[in-house]
Structure formats: structure tokens, C-alpha cells
């Protein structure tokens, strides 16, 4: 049972910036596509960004050129560097796992973390 861990989220300003980590805690992590995504207060779950076991990378329209995804296999942990926040935002951040890139729905899940933005 992989485990997926958020940290990173807070406060901050419109217009400023965070840095969002997922660790993990099996080395098989290295051949998993992860993705992150958020959800806020009465929304549906949205897809954010998704990277491949190779380094592709896929964003939404609503966060590309803002936000960057990135991976590092030897930490066994994936970030989301965030910029030019805006407070439609806010959300709680989940970082997801699944095992192959060809299912649709992630096997793993972390607890979330928060982000607020502050206008």
C-alpha cells in the first residue's frame, strides 16, 4: 500500500506563490504516473496536472503557464510549483498515484493539504 503525503500549503497572497510537495513512501513510486488535483468548497474534484513515470506532463487549461509539475524519482516525491496565485485557488490539494498510465482512476490518494489565496 503506497502512501502519499501533501505538505506545502498555507496562506498567501493573490499574485504570490507556493510550492506543493507529495512524498511517497515505496520506491515503486518511480514507475507511477502522478497527478495532482483540488477541490474546494461546494466544487467538484478538478485535474490539475498529471506527470508520467518518464517526466511528460499534462496541465489544466485553467492552471497552464501558472503552475509546473515536477518529480524527483531518488526522493521519491513530486511537487507543484505555483504561481501567480489567484483566490479562485483556494482549494485543498491532493496528490494522486495510479500504477499505469492507461486507467483512468488513481489507486492512491494523499489526505490533502490547504491552500489559501488571499485576495
Known amino acids: 500500500q503506497v502512501q502519499l503525503v501533501e505538505s506545502g500549503g498555507g496562506l498567501v497572497q493573490a499574485g504570490g506563490s507556493l510550492r506543493l510537495s507529495c512524498a511517497a513512501s515505496?520506491?515503486?513510486?518511480?514507475?507511477?504516473?502522478m497527478a495532482w488535483f483540488r477541490q474546494a468548497p461546494g466544487k467538484e474534484r478538478e485535474f490539475l496536472a498529471l506527470?508520467?513515470?518518464?517526466?511528460?506532463?499534462n496541465y489544466a487549461n485553467s492552471v497552464k503557464g501558472r503552475f509546473t509539475v515536477s518529480r524527483d524519482n531518488a526522493k521519491n516525491a513530486m511537487s507543484l510549483q505555483m504561481n501567480s496565485l489567484k483566490p479562485e485557488d483556494t482549494a485543498v490539494y491532493y496528490c494522486?498515484?495510479?500504477?499505469?498510465?492507461?486507467?483512468?482512476?488513481?489507486?492512491?490518494w494523499g489526505q490533502g493539504t490547504q491552500v489559501a489565496v488571499s485576495s
Open positions: 494522486a498515484a495510479k500504477t499505469t498510465p492507461y486507467k483512468s482512476g488513481y489507486d492512491y
Open positions: 515505496e520506491r515503486r513510486f518511480l514507475t507511477y504516473t
Open positions: 506527470i508520467y513515470s518518464n517526466g511528460a506532463t
